[in-house]
C-alpha cells in the first residue's frame, strides 16, 4: 500500500513539512476548544512556531524537533526561551534504532508561566485504548465532502454521492483543539518493533511511535486526525485515575496518492511518539532540586521567600509556589526540602547547612510565617 508521509507541523497537507490542527470528525467541527470536565492537561499545550508545544513543568517546554525553537503562548501569554538550554532527545541503539536523534526536543522558558507539571507515562500504552490529542491549526469545514476516483487519472472528482472517499476541506484560522482516536497495531509498511508500536522515521530522525487511523465509524466520541501543523501538540492517556502525558504529535499519512490537496480524509492515518522509552531522559533533564522554587539552579533566599508567600495556602500543586512533594500544600514537609538542599548550586554539591545557616533559617521561617499570619488576619 502506498502513502504520502507528512510532517505535522509546517505547509498544509502534502507539504513537504510539517502538522497543524486536530480534526474533529463530528458535529460541525468547532467543538473542544476549552479543557473538558476531566481535564487532561488542555492549558498545557501552547503555540510555538504556528504549531503546538507541551508545558512538562518546572520551566521545561516539549515539542517534535522539526517544529523549532521559539517563544511558547500558553492560554494567551507569551513566554520567552533560554536558547542555550535546548535538548535534543537521543535513541537507545540498543533497540534497534540507526539514528542517533529523535525527532523530540526540550527547552526551557526565562519565567514560570504558573501550569502544572503533567505526569509522563513510564510503560507503552496497549493497541484499543483511547487516547487524546491535542494540539493549533487550519480548522476544517462544517460539511463533510465526497470524492471519486477521476477516469482520466490525477485529483479525484467531487460527488454528491456518498463514495468510497470522504472527509473534509480545511478552512482558514486556527484554534487549539482536542479530539480522541484508539492507537491501533502498526501494519506491514512500518518497522515495526512490537504490535503496539514503530519506528517513525522523519528526515534524519527516529522516533518510537504509535498510529492512529481516523475512521468514517468513529471508535471515539469524538473521533479526530493529525492534519498540517499539529506537530508538537500533546497526547494524553488516562491510566487508571491519573492523566498522563504518553507522546507527542509528529506526523500524518495520507494512504490515498490522488487525495486532494489541503484536506482530510477518513482513512489518512496520524504517528505519535511513544515517550516511555523517553522518561527517564525526559526526567534527568527537567526534575529540579527540590527548593529550587524559581528553577534557576541555586537554593537560597529567593526560594525561601516564594514559599513563604504561598505558606500553609492551596498551592494548585505548583513547584513554583514551594509545593516540592506536588501535594498541593505549602507546609512544613516542603520547607524541609529547602533546609535539605539550602545553598545548593552556590557550591560543588548540596551540603548540610552549617549551624548558624539552621538557625538563621528557621529564625526566617518563623519571622516569615508570623508576618504572613498578620497579614492574611488583617485581610480577612
Known amino acids: 500500500m502506498s502513502f504520502v508521509l507528512l510532517f505535522a507541523g509546517f505547509g498544509i497537507l502534502f507539504g513537504p513539512e510539517t502538522a497543524e490542527a486536530v480534526v474533529v470528525g463530528t ?67 540498543s533497540l534497534g534504532f540507526d539514528a542517533d536523534y529523535t525527532d523530540l526536543k526540550l527547552f526551557k522558558l526565562t519565567e514560570d508561566p504558573g501550569l502544572r507539571s503533567v505526569n509522563i507515562s513510564s510503560q507503552t500504552v496497549s493497541h ?28 479525484w472528482i467531487e460527488t454528491n454521492v456518498p463514495y468510497y472517499y470522504r472527509g473534509y476541506y480545511l478552512e482558514g484560522g486556527r484554534t487549539m483543539r482536542w479530539g480522541t482516536n484508539v492507537l491501533q497495531m502498526v501494519d506491514d509498511n512500518d ?25 468514517s465509524y468513529g471508535e471515539t466520541d469524538s473521533e479526530a486526525q493529525v492534519v498540517a501543523g499539529d506537530s508538537g501538540g500533546g497526547v494524553f492517556y488516562k491510566n487508571g485515575d491519573q492523566w498522563e502525558l504518553c507522546g507527542i504529535i509528529h506526523a500524518a499519512t495520507a494512504p490515498f496518492p490522488d487525495q486532494p ?13 511513544d515517550l516511555s522509552f523517553y522518561q527517564d531522559q525526559i ?19 529567593q526560594d525561601f521567600a516564594l514559599l513563604m508567600d504561598y505558606w500553609q495556602q492551596d498551592s494548585d500543586y505548583l513547584w513554583g509556589h514551594g509545593d516540592f512533594n506536588e501535594d498541593g500544600f505549602v507546609d512544613a514537609s516542603d520547607f524541609a526540602y529547602l533546609m ?10 548540596g551540603s548540610v547547612p552549617e549551624p548558624s545557616s539552621w538557625l538563621l533559617l528557621i529564625t526566617l521561617f518563623f519571622g516569615m510565617a508570623i508576618w504572613n499570619f498578620r497579614k492574611r488576619a488583617a485581610v480577612a
Open 261 to 273: 490537496c489541503q484536506t482530510v480524509l477518513y482513512g489518512n492515518s496520524s504517528y505519535l511518539s
Open 27 to 93: 458535529g460541525t467541527g468547532s467543538q473542544n476548544t476549552t479543557a473538558p470536565a476531566d481535564d487532561f492537561g488542555f492549558g498545557n499545550v501552547g503555540v510555538c512556531s504556528n504549531c503546538s508545544a507541551v508545558y512538562l513543568g518546572y520551566g521545561w517546554v516539549m515539542t517534535a524537533s522539526h517544529v523549532g525553537t521559539n517563544k511558547v503562548n500558553f492560554n494567551g501569554t507569551y513566554y520567552d526561551y533560554l536558547p542555550e538550554s535546548e535538548v535534543r532527545l537521543t535513541n537507545d541503539p
Open 283 to 301: 526526567l534527568d533533564i527537567i526534575t529540579p532540586i527540590p527548593g529550587d522554587a524559581n528553577f534557576d539552579g541555586f537554593v537560597d533566599a
Open 191 to 215: 518497522n515495526r518493533t512490537s504490535a503496539d508500536n514503530c519506528i517513525l522515521t522523519l528526515g534524519s530522525t527516529q522516533t518510537m511511535a504509535y498510529k492512529t487511523s481516523f475512521t
Open 340 to 349: 535539605d538542599n539550602w545553598q545548593y548550586g552556590h557550591e560543588t554539591n
Open 128 to 155: 484499543g485504548e483511547e487516547i487524546t490529542m491535542v494540539g493549533h491549526g487550519y480548522n476544517r469545514a462544517p460539511e463533510m465532502t465526497y470524492w471519486k476516483d477521476n477516469p482520466a487519472g490525477g485529483t
